[in-house]
């Protein structure tokens, strides 16, 4: 389940709440599925792996941490909007 939710947060340009995680991956545990999403979470801040997973408008979304900013904005120097 936890690799199915990293695959999930990972790709998508959204956030997704816990109902639509649990509807995804087939858990109704709701309990269950958010103490995945804050396992999942607490790995990615111990290992500083350069995104991280933040809550959002009640859901979680993958985002670029702030200190690589600089390195984003030379990726898409040729864009007028950028998203982090």
Not at 50 to 77: D, H, N, S
């Amino acid at each position: 389940m936890r690799r199915a939710l990293e695959g999930l947060l990972f790709i998508t340009d959204r956030p997704l709440s816990a109902a639509e995680l649990g509807r995804l991956v087939g858990v109704k545990d709701q309990d269950l599925l958010v103490a995945a999403v804050e396992e999942l979470r607490r790995e990615l801040d111990e290992r500083n792996a350069g995104y991280r997973l933040i809550a959002v408008a009640e859901g979680w979304q993958m985002a670029t941490r702030p200190e690589l900013a600089p390195y984003v904005r030379k990726l898409f120097a040729d864009r007028a909007t950028m998203r982090l």
